[in-house]
């Protein structure tokens, strides 16, 4: 029979947080709100950001229209943003979906 290795108590709570309920409002809203402030208005008013998962921010747009001017021209300025303003993210790249947002 093989021996397991201990599992460090900061990577388990690490992943709890990320997992829990109760951090994951005030970290969407955060990532939404240096979304919108990097994109500014209007289109940053159609913009959501959802989550950070293995470096991709994942956010929603409420329209085709803005979902490929994200895409295709803002990249470049919301990953430099989440770099500079929000490092410990780990943001690498993004990816956009259509979806509903409340604005």
């Not at 803005?66 to 490092?87: G, K, N, T, W, Y």
């Amino acid at each position: 029979m093989r021996e397991q290795q201990p599992i460090r108590l900061r990577e388990v709570l690490s992943e709890w947080l990320q997992k829990s309920p109760v951090t994951q409002p005030e970290r969407t809203a955060e990532l939404t709100r240096i979304l919108r402030e990097t994109v500014g208005e209007p289109l940053g008013s159609g913009l959501r950001a959802i989550s950070v998962r293995r470096g991709v921010l994942l956010i929603e747009a409420n329209s085709s229209a803005r979902l490929h001017e994200v895409a295709a021209f803002r990249r470049a300025s919301i990953l430099e943003a989440f770099r500079d303003r929000m490092p410990a993210s780990g943001v690498t790249d993004l990816r956009v979906r259509p979806g509903r947002v409340e604005r």
